[in-house]
């Protein structure tokens, strides 16, 4: 729910942060973030404006939200599933409140604790909070990510967003590329925090808080992700229970609302589980929402889903779409999702979230769930990782002789056995060093072409390299908050959709890193405990078959599709970053059947970037920082 922004004054005589038409264009620039209210605060040092998704309180909740002296003034964008609790606490202190808006408690919350309020929080958010008295302001991200904020210092003044084209709207950033951001978009296909595809504009990273004050401006961790501590003491039916009594908690937390409240379906066992705790804690039936594409074969999920919504009784819809025949728009989703990503799956998620806005304004959903209980085929290729290195290195070096000269997918196998830990696994088949020397050119080629390799690097840390715990360790870092929480949160909100994921609740987070790891994967069987968890709520057939995934496995499909529409356009005008004659070889190799898709749409996805969402969000003129 909602976009906040602003900007910050750092120092020297107070005035106004920001013209009021710059603070209106730039909340105003994230409307589908907020269609329901638009707030606007300004004072000497200080602009704060929040767009409003009216979902608790929806009459008296308008941001944003002051103390009872005007002395504190709080915004957010997301959801705080204990702020009844915190408001109880806090009304026994003597803080009176006008509402029973969640966002009401942050500024009586920091007046009380100071910075550590945002460690009190049980939810999804980006706050921003003003202390008048001090000159100082506090912005916090959520510990899992699932909300975004952008930040940038331009001269004296430090300014924030929920997007980064209401960063833009300021007309105070300097539109130059980051091309360490983009070298590792090349390979990963997302841009990993805390950079952005633009030089001196920054994701605040999970878990972090931004302190401004008249001297400094400084990033503080107040949440780490956990590192794995398997508690080997509980029996796997133990583990089962302790899930699942969790998950249904966190499931009860998200069902606060005042508005109609569902739930994306895609007929897979996470999004499953969550609608049947959802059945049997609602009076009502669970309206549930469902996308399959025609051409995904195996992919189209929508029997499955339609099977669960009968079997707990939901009201289901559906959609069903092909992208041999709707016309998709490029610069659109781009604009969308604010930065390039190259995950195909948001094609399905915008679709779905219009769908479920036409019923109800909050929908629940089973992200995150492969990234803590190990749900992907990578997972599966780490655990086999570590019975691997168990073998005698004889016995090693011949299997990978072997496997190398046989089929792709046994060599890309032999690959990833091969790799030395996990960091070098994670980039194993992303980007052929090769190809990338052939691709670049210009800023992009004088680099060293190791950005990705930083930035897995970064999220390991000391981590132990044992293949299956580290590799979930590094994907609820990096894949799951700049690729998936990413796009969920950019096409939900692009409908005005507010989505909430439960299993990203930070207790059932902590708790997921004391599983075992051979409770998750199993002798190859992913999702091991969820799947025991699962067993009499979900019907067997959903927890029995092989994992899904959401559009990707037609990635090439998909791509040939568009080769005769805007994509080939996007493509043959390649920016000075790309090789023209690289990228026709790439081309040319994909009609031959060679199966390009992957690389073919980071250049896609990253071209229309350059060539549509830069010029649209920066049409507002470049103005000087005072």
């Known amino acids: 729910m909602c976009g906040i922004c602003g900007a910050v004054q750092l120092g020297g005589e107070p005035r106004l942060a920001l013209p009021p038409d710059v603070l209106a264009r730039m909340t105003d620039t994230m409307s589908h973030r907020g269609p329901d209210d638009r707030g606007l605060h300004e004072e000497p040092g200080i602009a ?22 005007g002395s504190v003034w709080g915004a957010q964008n997301g959801e705080l599933y204990n702020h009844a609790t915190l408001r109880a606490e806090l009304e026994a202190d003597g803080h009176r409140f006008r509402s029973r808006c969640d966002t009401e408690i942050l500024p009586h919350l920091y007046e009380r604790d100071g910075d550590a309020f945002v460690e009190r929080l049980r939810g999804k958010f980006a706050i ?16 899992l990510g699932i909300k975004p904020l ?12 929920s997007e980064l084209k209401s960063l833009l709207a300021s007309g105070l950033i300097e539109p130059h590329l980051d091309y360490e951001a983009l070298d590792a978009y090349l390979t990963f296909g997302f841009v990993p925090g805390p950079r952005t595809p633009l030089a001196d504009v920054w994701k605040l990273e999970p878990g972090c808080r931004l302190v401004v004050d008249q001297e400094r401006v400084r990033v503080e961790r107040y949440w780490t992700f956990p590192v794995p501590e398997p508690d080997r003491s509980l029996s796997e039916h133990e583990h089962a229970e302790r899930l699942l009594a969790l998950l249904e908690e966190s499931v009860r937390l998200r069902l606060m609302s005042d508005v109609p409240l569902g739930a994306m379906l895609s007929g897979g066992l996470d999004s499953s589980l969550i609608v049947a705790l959802m059945a049997r804690n609602m009076s009502a039936p669970v309206q549930t929402f469902s996308v399959g594409f ?4 195996a992919g189209n999920e929508l029997e499955d889903a339609r099977a669960v919504a009968a079997a707990v009784g939901a009201d289901h819809h559906e959609l069903e779409l092909s992208f041999a025949h709707d016309t998709v728009d490029l610069a659109e989703l781009v604009w969308h999702l604010d930065e390039p990503l190259a995950d195909l799956s948001a094609l399905g998620f915008l679709a779905l979230s219009e769908l479920a806005r036409r019923h109800v304004t909050v929908a629940l959903s089973g992200q995150g769930a492969d990234e803590l209980l190990g749900g992907y085929r990578n997972h599966r290729a780490a655990a086999v990782a570590t019975a691997w290195l168990r073998l005698p290195e004889s016995l090693r070096r011949s299997g990978l002789g ?23 696994r994670a980039l194993a088949g992303r980007l052929d060093p090769a190809l990338r020397a052939r691709l670049v050119r210009g800023p992009l080629a004088e680099l060293d072409g190791s950005a990705a ?8 840390g000391g981590l132990a390299d044992d293949p299956l715990p580290a590799t979930l360790y590094l994907d609820a870092q990096l894949g799951l908050v700049d690729d998936m929480l990413h796009y969920f949160d950019r096409a939900s909100m692009a409908h005005s959709l507010e989505v909430r994921v439960p299993f990203l609740d930070h207790e059932l987070v902590e708790a997921c890193a004391t599983i075992p790891p051979e409770l998750k994967v199993r002798r190859l069987e992913t999702k091991h405990l969820l799947k025991v968890a699962a067993r009499g709520l979900v019907p067997d057939r959903i927890i029995d078959k092989p994992k899904v995934g959401f559009f990707n496995a037609a990635v090439n499909a998909w791509f040939t599709s568009q080769l005769d529409r805007a994509a080939s356009d996007y493509l043959l005008e390649t920016s000075e970053l790309l090789e023209p004659s690289a990228v026709r070889e790439l081309l040319a190799g994909h009609q031959r059947g060679r199966g390009n898709g992957q690389v073919l749409l980071r250049i896609l996805m990253l071209e229309v970037w350059l060539q549509t969402f830069l010029p649209r969000a920066l049409s507002t003129p470049v103005v000087a920082a005072a």
């Open 402 to 424: 072997l496997a190398r000269i046989g089929p792709g997918r046994v060599r890309r196998a032999a690959e990833t056995l091969a790799a030395p830990n996990t960091a070098a």
């Open 128 to 143: 921003a909070v003003w202390d008048a008295r001090r000159r100082r302001a506090v912005l916090a991200r959520d510990r």
């Open 48 to 69: 704060l404006g929040a767009r409003r998704l009216s979902i608790v309180d929806v009459a008296g909740g308008h941001q944003p939200f002051s103390n009872e002296d």
């Open 294 to 297: 025609a051409e995904a074969g």
């Open 453 to 460: 390799r930083r930035a897995v690097l970064s999220r390991l």
């Open 150 to 161: 952008y930040w940038a210092r331009r001269g004296d003044l430090v300014l924030f967003a």
